[in-house]
């Protein structure tokens, strides 16, 4: 009888460590099928505005505004307003970048400057539509001319602030783009707007006049 007890023992501890070795497998195998969370997740972006100002004077800002109020869901983000320059003046561009579905607003520009080495804005525009920079913008073209004022720590361009002078020349109905371009271990002194993830592409109507 103790024989048979040991017996019984010894199947049923072998019962016990088969079916904890298939629990095991069966966590490894549902670890295996879960995607690792990205490094580089798309931000939440509602709000955009430009800001033109008057490099002569201040208090002479030019804004145009895009939206999209509900972050990623299925609404895009629209454009609200038209860039209305004035001629023969000299602006610096820079930006609100705002989530507004988290209470209070997420400052993406912030965000966006704490990473500048992974992010950089472009530009096309009407030909010749500007004094300087001169031609179309760097969008097709990163060698292209675009008066950048801000770098990054390894003194690559980021654009959260460039500078836009106005020629004596009107102009009705022009194209102004600009492009944000996430580019986590890409971004080089040479990458150019398809290199990398775009955050945004806004396209408005721009007036010279």
């Not at 990623?72 to 705002?98: A, P, S």
Request: glycine share 8%.
């Amino acid at each position: 009888m103790k024989k048979m007890n040991l017996f019984s023992n010894y199947v049923s501890l072998g019962i016990v460590i088969g079916g904890l070795s298939l629990m095991g497998c069966k966590k490894d195998e549902d670890l295996a099928v879960v995607p690792p969370a990205s490094e580089n997740e798309m931000e939440v972006i509602t709000d955009i505005k430009l800001i033109f100002t008057n490099s002569s004077d201040a208090s002479d800002i030019v804004e145009a505004r895009a939206q999209d109020p509900d972050g990623l869901g299925v609404q895009e983000l629209v454009i609200l307003d038209t860039i209305n320059l004035d001629v023969n003046k000299t602006y610096t561009l820079t930006y609100e970048i705002f989530n507004n579905l988290e209470t209070p607003g997420e400052d993406i520009g912030a965000e966006i400057l704490e990473e500048d080495n992974e992010h950089q804005f472009f530009y096309s525009f009407s030909n010749n539509a500007f004094a300087s920079p001169s031609g179309n913008g760097n969008i097709d073209a990163v060698s292209d001319p675009l008066t950048y004022n801000d770098v990054d720590e390894n003194g690559n361009a980021v654009g959260l602030s460039t500078s836009w002078a106005t020629p004596s020349s009107v102009l009705s109905g022009g194209a102004f783009t600009t492009r944000l371009q996430h580019q986590p271990d890409v971004k080089t002194s040479t990458s150019g707007a398809n290199d990398g993830d775009t955050d945004f592409e806004l396209s408005f109507v721009l007036n010279i006049q």
